[in-house]
């Protein structure tokens, strides 16, 4: 009697991708990022007159702090949102989570366009408003997650970083959406009706164009890497012959998530202080007309924005290491300068901003991809979800909160040496990390 182990075939899936549609669900991705960024930015964009309408108007500095706090506060909420999430996209797949994500932040993006303000309920306006953007923030760290691990994986091997900047590009393409509608509501409206009820348009739009997102989402394909995860194991659950995969070694996970942690530092601060926190710098404290402020910010975006997807090309012909290592040398000679440039002159805005932003740019094109090639798959999402969303939440989201307080301090300068010190942690984690170009995904 043959003692052989019985082999079960596993069988071929009907749902195969091809290049079209991968091409397809790129488009569906990237429209659902740019939506959800855009919601996310709105928020920072509209910042002062939020400000007016949800905190006590008897303390100008103190409301415009208290709202900037929320924006810290929704991003505390990513890494919760990373977990809770990105275990799920590793076990459901990535485009339920894509899909949940979308419908959470267009809600919590209706909530803040139609709810009462401080004159109305008091207190219970600013209770609202955190409410609402810790759910952002939550449905946030899954998305970002998600999103970074979905393109990266349905990339050619060999393309990985030109796909992998469309990420970046939605995310600069939703902050520019935001500020571009930021500057049409100001340049129509006068200032008593934007600070009354016109800050609202942003958001109760962005409610309703995610229904068009979401009809592009319920068509992308899932991940294939995601799919031969399962396949793969269920062909060692069939066969004794096929040995298991070796465990994940928990010192290599946690010195992968503490890499990504420290790399990811000086370019989330730098990235947010240059989308959110430059133009509300402008107007509070060097007297900018806010859609002049506006305007500037929107031309430094899509500035920055055109020039990723030569950076995510440049990583595939030379690596990733030497370019986020040659942001961060960049960004710490020229923080300090730029910063010092902005006066009330929008072209000053112009400049800086766009200068800045070329050089966020540089690792902001390579995320995707450095990201999705530290991780294994059974654990991509997870380990992108908390790491990414970790050092967003510390270094990102409190940018705004920590400028706007070292300047109401009088030491204003101490943000900008913040900055160079968190740029020189992402050159010494990279310069710790392996190059990763061109790695099979499925393989990881």
């Given at each position: 009697?043959?003692?052989?182990?019985?082999?079960?075939?596993v069988?071929?899936?009907?749902?195969?991708?091809?290049?079209?549609?991968?091409?397809?669900?790129?488009?569906?991705?990237?429209?659902?990022?740019?939506?959800?960024?855009?919601?996310?930015?709105?928020?920072?964009?509209?910042a002062?007159?939020?400000?007016?309408?949800?905190?006590?108007?008897?303390?100008?500095v103190?409301?415009?702090?208290?709202?900037?706090?929320?924006?810290?506060?929704?991003?505390?909420?990513?890494?919760?949102?990373?977990?809770?999430?990105?275990?799920?996209?590793?076990?459901?797949?990535?485009?339920?989570?894509l899909?949940?994500?979308?419908?959470?932040?267009?809600?919590?993006?209706?909530?803040?366009?139609?709810?009462?303000?401080?004159?109305?309920?008091?207190?219970?306006?600013?209770?609202?408003?955190?409410?609402a953007?810790?759910?952002?923030?939550?449905?946030?760290?899954?998305?970002?997650?998600?999103?970074?691990?979905?393109?990266?994986?349905?990339?050619?091997?060999?393309?990985?970083?030109?796909?992998?900047?469309?990420?970046?590009?939605?995310?600069?393409?939703?902050?520019?959406?935001?500020?571009t509608?930021?500057?049409?509501?100001?340049?129509v409206?006068?200032?008593?009706?934007?600070?009354?009820?016109?800050?609202?348009?942003?958001?109760?739009?962005?409610?309703?164009?995610?229904?068009?997102?979401?009809y592009?989402?319920?068509?992308?394909?899932?991940?294939?890497?995601?799919?031969?995860?399962?396949?793969?194991?269920?062909?060692?659950?069939?066969?004794?012959?096929?040995?298991?995969?070796?465990?994940?070694?928990?010192?290599?996970?946690?010195?992968?998530?503490?890499?990504?942690?420290?790399?990811?530092?000086?370019?989330?601060?730098?990235?947010?202080?240059?989308?959110?926190?430059?133009s509300?710098?402008?107007?509070?404290?060097?007297?900018?007309?806010?859609?002049?402020?506006?305007?500037?910010?929107?031309?430094?975006?899509?500035?920055?924005?055109?020039?990723?997807?030569?950076?995510g090309?440049?990583?595939?012909?030379?690596?990733?290491?030497?370019?986020?290592?040659?942001?961060?040398?960049?960004?710490?000679?020229?923080?300090?300068?730029?910063?010092?440039?902005?006066?009330?002159?929008?072209?000053?805005?112009?400049?800086?901003a766009?200068?800045?932003l070329?050089?966020?740019?540089?690792?902001?094109?390579?995320?995707?991809?450095?990201?999705?090639?530290?991780?294994?798959?059974?654990?991509?999402?997870?380990?992108?979800?908390?790491?990414?969303?970790?050092s967003?939440?510390?270094?990102?989201?409190?940018?705004?909160?920590?400028?706007?307080q070292?300047?109401?301090?009088?030491?204003?300068?101490?943000?900008?040496?913040?900055i160079?010190?968190?740029?020189?942690?992402?050159?010494?984690?990279?310069?710790?990390?392996?190059?990763?170009?061109?790695?099979?995904?499925?393989?990881?």
């Amino acid at each position: 009697m043959s003692t052989q182990p019985t082999i079960t075939a596993v069988p071929e899936r009907s749902d195969a991708t091809t290049p079209a549609s991968r091409r397809r669900s790129l488009v569906a991705s990237t429209v659902g990022n740019v939506l959800e960024w855009y919601e996310w930015s709105a928020y920072a964009v509209f910042a002062p007159f939020i400000a007016a309408a949800m905190f006590d108007p008897g303390d100008p500095v103190s409301a415009l702090l208290a709202t900037l706090a929320v924006f810290a506060v929704g991003f505390l909420m990513r890494p919760l949102g990373g977990i809770v999430f990105g275990r799920i996209s590793d076990r459901a797949g990535r485009k339920f989570v894509l899909i949940t994500t979308m419908l959470m932040m267009a809600g919590g993006s209706l909530v803040i366009g139609l709810m009462p303000t401080y004159a109305t309920v008091g207190v219970w306006a600013s209770v609202i408003l955190l409410l609402a953007r810790m759910a952002q923030g939550f449905a946030h760290g899954g998305e970002s997650a998600t999103a970074n691990t979905y393109v990266a994986e349905i990339a050619p091997p060999h393309r990985r970083g030109l796909w992998g900047s469309i990420v970046f590009v939605a995310i600069f393409a939703g902050s520019v959406l935001a500020y571009t509608v930021g500057g049409a509501v100001s340049a129509v409206l006068d200032k008593g009706a934007l600070t009354e009820w016109g800050w609202r348009i942003p958001f109760i739009l962005g409610a309703f164009l995610a229904l068009a997102a979401l009809y592009l989402r319920k068509g992308m394909d899932e991940s294939e890497v995601f799919h031969d995860k399962d396949d793969d194991a269920a062909r060692v659950a069939s066969s004794a012959q096929v040995a298991a995969p070796a465990p994940l070694s928990r010192k290599q996970l946690v010195r992968s998530i503490l890499l990504v942690i420290a790399m990811t530092s000086g370019i989330t601060a730098s990235h947010y202080t240059w989308t959110s926190y430059a133009s509300t710098y402008a107007i509070t404290q060097r007297g900018m007309p806010a859609s002049a402020a506006y305007w500037s910010s929107v031309a430094a975006q899509v500035i920055a924005l055109l020039s990723l997807p030569f950076w995510g090309w440049l990583s595939d012909k030379i690596g990733r290491r030497p370019l986020i290592i040659g942001f961060a040398v960049l960004m710490i000679l020229f923080q300090l300068p730029l910063t010092g440039m902005i006066t009330s002159a929008p072209w000053t805005l112009l400049v800086a901003a766009s200068l800045a932003l070329l050089i966020v740019a540089i690792p902001g094109a390579l995320l995707s991809s450095t990201l999705s090639e530290s991780f294994p798959t059974r654990v991509r999402t997870q380990g992108i979800g908390f790491a990414y969303s970790v050092s967003v939440a510390v270094f990102g989201g409190s940018a705004p909160y920590l400028n706007a307080q070292l300047i109401e301090w009088d030491a204003g300068w101490m943000f900008s040496v913040y900055i160079m010190v968190l740029c020189a942690c992402t050159a010494v984690a990279v310069w710790l990390m392996p190059e990763t170009k061109g790695i099979d995904l499925k393989d990881a």
